[in-house]
């Protein structure tokens, strides 16, 4: 087994300094030096240990927040898009009502009704009606999804701020209770 008199970390927990023997036999032979180590180094291990915990749990809570963040920015972005599908989609809506409304014309035209007056007025009237109902729906659907999206967002927002302040609640617990372990150390 290796004892240890002195061991030197940097910030990163790398060693830098060293000083040690091996020893061979019961723990409690290791001797008077040794048990002096231990107790003096206790309240070190303890505040390095708190250190680390304390570093980690920051680490951690701005880790997730970072990912709530980019999960916001991406519901946003899906926001975005639908104000692209709904222009695409009335595109694509206007085309095919102009095809119908040439095919309902060269029916009624086939069939000798004036265009200006009766039945084809009404089925014309109709036909305008019921489109810009269509339209109106679409923009609607539209933006309950983008609201919808953009409330996500918030939401993943909030979830990061909850796991940043959770974190520094846990920092908070680490030093807390590594203060608690050194002060009943010393006595």
């Known amino acids: 087994m290796k004892i240890y008199n002195k061991i030197v970390y940097d910030f990163d927990n790398n060693i830098i300094e060293e000083d040690s023997y091996e020893y061979e036999g019961p723990l409690t032979l290791a001797g008077p030096a040794f ?9 070190y291990v303890v505040g390095g240990t708190a250190l680390a915990g304390f570093q980690q749990a920051g680490a951690i809570g701005k880790f997730n927040q970072d990912v709530s963040n ?50 084809a007025a009404n089925i014309k009237l109709s036909n ?34 909850m796991a940043r302040m959770n974190a520094k609640m846990q920092q908070i617990q680490i030093a807390s209770s590594a203060g608690s372990s050194l002060l009943t150390m010393t006595g």
């Open 70 to 119: 980019r999960n916001a920015l991406v519901k946003e972005n899906e926001a975005k898009i639908l104000d692209d599908k709904l222009a695409l989609d009335l595109s694509r809506f206007n085309k095919a009502f102009e095809k119908l409304e040439g095919t309902t014309n060269v029916a009624l035209a086939k069939s000798g009704v004036v265009m200006d007056s009766g039945t």
């Open 35 to 43: 048990a002096a180590a231990a107790i003096t180094a206790a309240p």
């Open 128 to 161: 305008l009606y019921e489109k810009e109902l269509e339209i109106q729906m679409m923009k609607y659907n539209t933006e309950i999804g983008k609201a919808q999206k953009l409330e996500e967002a918030n939401f993943a927002r909030i979830n990061g701020e």
